[in-house]
T-cell receptor, first 117, second 115 residues
Framework: EAGVTQFPSHSVIEKGQTVTLRCDPI?????LYWYRRVMGKEIKFLLH????????ESGMPNNRFLAERTGGTYSTLKVQPAELEDSGVYFC???????????????FGPGTRLTVT | GNSVTQMEGPVTLSEEAFLTINCTYT??????LFWYVQYPGEGLQLLLK?????DKGSNKGFEATYRKETTSFHLEKGSVQVSDSAVYFC??????????????FGQGTILTVHP
């Protein structure tokens, strides 16, 4: 079974440009999470999808970030326009169906390293 | 809000040395606690977990005990190997049914083990 995949693995863009990160969760996982780690600090939660719906987007830093999850499958995270402070590693994770006691184990992708110059 | 504090690294050890990485937390309820590990070039992997007080999580020779009285979840291993070199993250997840498994992480501790 394939794990969580993320694309690209590394992106270097200039301030003011747009970047779109993609995450493909494990097949059948309803929960999809985005996290970000900036400059060796703690990994911080950005948002959570249940299928195609945003369950919790309390961690999104501002309206320059837009996340979507098409048909409850893969997800994209767009940053427009990118700023220097957006640099970091963006992780995606997925876990199985909602319901029950949980918490269900989250399976992480390798991350996308975003560098804004 | 919730928070997790890990001992600052990096930690450098010789092979077969004893490892302790301290982790303390602040949470409003009774969270589940986790240790994740990130090997070079890979994503985070769940190393072990504990879901209630006094539970001991263990895996690959690593152990951590959920201590509610000290709000701690320290990671230990009796004899480290070079292959244990990685970044270790302590994390918690609320169990109040409203956060749906959202994880709160510590800063991460870089462990390097020399032969």
């Amino acid at each position: 079974e394939a794990g969580v995949t993320q694309f690209p693995s590394h992106s270097v863009i200039e301030k003011g440009q747009t970047v779109t990160l993609r995450c493909d969760p494990i097949s059948g996982h309803d929960n999809l999470y985005w996290y970000r780690r900036v400059m060796g600090k703690e990994i911080k939660f950005l948002l959570h999808f249940v299928k195609e719906s945003k369950q919790d987007e309390s961690g999104m830093p501002n309206n320059r970030f837009l996340a979507e999850r098409t048909g409850g499958t893969y997800s994209t995270l767009k940053v427009q326009p990118a700023e220097l402070e957006d640099s970091g590693v963006y992780f995606c994770a997925s876990s199985q169906a909602v319901g029950g006691q949980g918490p269900y184990e989250q399976y992480f992708g390798p991350g996308t390293r975003l560098t804004v110059t | 809000g919730n928070s997790v504090t890990q001992m600052e690294g990096p930690v450098t050890l010789s092979e077969e040395a004893f490892l302790t990485i301290n982790c303390t937390y602040t949470a409003t309820g009774y969270p589940s606690l986790f240790w994740y590990v990130q090997y070079p070039g890979e994503g985070l992997q769940l190393l072990l977990k504990a879901t209630k007080a006094d539970d001991k999580g263990s895996n690959k020779g690593f152990e951590a005990t959920y201590r509610k009285e000290t709000t701690s979840f320290h990671l230990e291993k009796g004899s480290v190997q070079v292959s244990d070199s990685a970044v270790y993250f302590c994390a918690l997840s609320d169990r109040d049914g409203t956060s749906y498994g959202k994880l709160t992480f510590g800063q991460g501790t870089i462990l390097t083990v020399h032969p």
